[in-house]
């Protein structure tokens, strides 16, 4: 008998629990490689760590040449791929997720922009007109692996509501710090590598319409834009996020194509050899992969390299501070400590009722006003985007006072957050025991949902 067939909206959540799954052990991950950096930055070890990362490597093509230190080639390399994740996620959510329906996007976007706002002004409140003024780009920031890494471990009390709500806060909050690096922290800009970018982007459109789905091609066109955006002075990094944007969120092929040529495979003599070149094989092959659409398959793709590679590459080459008590003390490691503390979880509060209280959002399912405070609190821990505005913003003995303050605050949220949610979240329902023969796949689909994230 076949299983009994999904609800849709057990189709529509798959994506999310796939995410969420990559995203909490990405954060176990990311947890042990910051630890790591940091063992070596205090340990005998610290000038070896030092120089390996500030090492020199690149391309040379007779008088061209691109030679920078290893750190660069993570920070505006390989964070590239991850920026063009995060521009998939927000098309994702553009299209098919929660900012798709402006009643449903109105509490996280309220709530990501007052985590912007507020924490900036905290800080701002405490450096202006000092040297650090210029980091107040660093708190503004959620890291979303540890934000779901830090849910995971709560386990079933936390309600989908909840992490729904904080997946789409850290997107949206994503976004802002794009807008940020893009608008406050690029310093010089050459109008014609910016052109030679936009001839880029036009190319892609061009494709795209063309109905080109060769992946090679477009991934050569990436090269060139984010090369044009290396020499622009514009960070590279918001090329990542405008090529994810402009990827393509629909299949070439419906489903009935597909059924159509797995019909045809199907109904081939079993136990015969194929015959001539495999046309109906070749044509199921086709279908399948053009049955699903290049952002779905660009982001499984890409997601585990980014949460299990890049992002930890990432820490291991940023996170490595040597930790000094002096610079606990320091005023720019106290702005962004108590941005990250007090003003993410003020901001998402604030703004966030002040929508439910306008009437142009509600409150999820599970989630009162102090379970907010509580995931307020966890939307503190800054860390991977907090690191990377605080190299762009911030140099010398600030940004290694910035890179503490990231590390103590982010420490803080997680610890204060984790806290306030097992307070005032009840105790998971004990899973109730299955019915005699219920339909299999049902079961598993409802389960699915349960356990939206590990």
Known sequence: MRPAALPPVHRWLRPLVRFLHTEAAGGVVLLFCTAVALALANSSAAPFYADF??????????????????????????????????????????????LRDPRKAALPAAAALGGMIVPAAVYLLLQKDTPGARGWGVPMATDIAFVVGALALLGRRVPVGLKVLMLTLAIVDDLGAVLVIALAYTPEVSLQALGAAAVGFGLVLALRLAGARVLALFAVLGLGIWLAFVLSGVHPTV???????????????????????????????????????????????????????????????????????????????????????????????????????????????????????????????????????????????????????????????????????????????????????VAYLPAAPSPPAPSSKEGEGERKGGDAIARVGP
């Open 239 to 421: 090329a990542g996020v405008l090529l994810g944007l402009l990827t393509p969120s629909h299949p070439i092929l419906g489903r009935q194509r597909l059924r159509a040529a797995a019909a045809v495979v199907a109904q081939f003599p079993e136990g015969q050899q194929w015959q001539g070149d495999g046309y109906a094989v070749q044509q199921l092959a086709e279908a399948a992969r053009e049955a699903i659409s290049p952002l779905d398959r660009l982001e499984t793709a890409l997601h585990p390299w980014v949460a299990f590679v890049i992002v930890p590459l990432f820490a291991l080459a940023n996170a490595g501070v040597a930790i000094d008590l002096a610079q606990f003390r320091s005023p720019v490691a106290l702005a962004v400590a108590l941005g990250l503390v007090v003003g993410k979880p003020l901001g998402i509060v604030l703004f966030g009722l002040a929508a439910v209280k306008l009437g142009l959002a509600r409150l999820p399912a599970g989630v009162n006003v102090k379970v907010l405070i509580g995931a307020g609190c966890l939307g503190g821990i800054g860390f991977t985007m907090s690191l990377f505005v605080c190299g762009l913003a911030l140099e010398g003995e600030l940004l290694r006072a910035g890179k503490v303050g990231t590390l103590l605050g982010s420490l803080v949220s997680a610890v204060l957050g984790a806290g306030l949610l």
């Open 53 to 98: 990362w500030h090492a020199r490597v690149g391309l040379t093509a007779g008088e061209w040449s691109l030679v920078k230190p290893l750190e660069w080639w993570i920070n505006d390399g390989l964070m590239v791929l991850f920026f063009f994740v995060v521009g998939l996620e927000i098309k994702r959510e553009l299209v098919a997720g929660e």
